[in-house]
């Protein structure tokens, strides 16, 4: 593949499962450098799309850096994407302006997160303005993330992001957005991250105690770190408000030529009832 890539399911109304990904048939129907799928691809490409909407999917913008946002709203709407995400407030108006939703609004960046008591101002700060966002232009989401170790143990990190989030989950509450925090791997492409399995990030659940925070499950990092997807899917799910996709290895389509068989992931987030 030419370019990796990373899409996701969006959180609303999933009640079957899919065999293809809407954005691995755009990527193999796409010359290099332009939009995903035109109106006029090929009809063996348009027979891989899913177009029954039982699975709204979203792709990240950052993906697709060479594309400019106008045409790919176009060519998102063609193979029936429902969002693109990990925006802020400008480009929103431009997603919604073409009828689609951003699923993930922007906040901080990755390295410098909320397990360092000098970082909560600032981080807290992009995260409340997010709320503000999402909560202006119906998005249900805004991201967060741990930041990296820098030699701090797990305990450490658990108490500090524990204590930011408590002070800007009332007002999640208040405004009806979800907060999420990735789950990214430490091996390959974020190393040092706090926030990169399972038990961790779930355990941080537990202690803020509210729904509107969840983490941001992504296969393909977790993949990395922790395997066994299906698994943590159903054991977890509740604590999982958003998934991103893609393959392993190399971040490649998530079809036949890497590790994850997407048809069974999906078919196991469909049965724990995810919305």
């Known amino acids: 593949m030419s370019k990796p890539s990373r899409r996701t399911l969006i959180q ?11 954005a691995s048939a755009a990527r193999a129907a796409a010359p290099a450098g332009k939009s995903p799928i035109a109106s ?4 063996s490409a348009k027979e891989k799309m899913i177009v029954n909407g039982r699975i709204n999917q979203s792709v990240c913008k950052w993906c697709y850096g060479k ?21 802020g407030a400008k480009d929103i108006e431009i997603v919604k302006k073409h009828g689609l939703d951003c699923a993930v ?27 503000d966002v999402a909560a202006a232009t119906g998005c249900p989401n805004v991201i967060t993330f ?25 007002y999640a509450e208040e405004k009806k957005v979800t907060v999420i925090m990735e789950l ?3 091996k390959v492409n974020h190393k040092d991250y706090m926030c990169d399995n399972s038990k961790w990030g779930v355990e941080l659940c537990k202690r803020v105690g509210s729904d509107r925070f969840k983490l941001l499950y992504d296969i393909y990092h977790m993949q990395i770190m922790e395997g066994d997807v299906i698994r943590h899917i159903k054991a977890n799910h509740q604590y999982y408000g958003h998934y991103h ?29 995810y919305k």
Do not use: F
């Open 12 to 22: 609303t109304g999933i009640v079957a499962a899919a065999s293809v990904s809407l």
């Open 40 to 43: 006029d691809a090929p009809a």
């Open 67 to 87: 594309i400019p946002l106008e045409e790919m709203c176009i060519a998102a709407k063609t193979i029936g994407l429902k969002s693109i995400e990990l925006l």
């Open 105 to 131: 609004v922007n906040s901080h960046r990755i390295e410098v997160g909320l397990n360092r008591k000098e970082n909560h101002e600032a981080c807290l700060k992009a995260v409340r303005e997010g709320i």
């Open 146 to 170: 741990s930041g990296n170790r820098d030699g701090m143990d797990e305990e450490t990190g658990l108490v500090n992001c524990t204590a930011a989030l408590k002070s800007i989950v009332g």
């Open 184 to 186: 990214l791997n430490s």
């Open 245 to 273: 996709t893609g393959g392993n290895p190399g971040r490649n389509e998530i079809d036949e030529t890497q590790e994850l068989y997407y048809p069974a992931i999906m078919k196991a987030i469909v049965e724990v009832g």
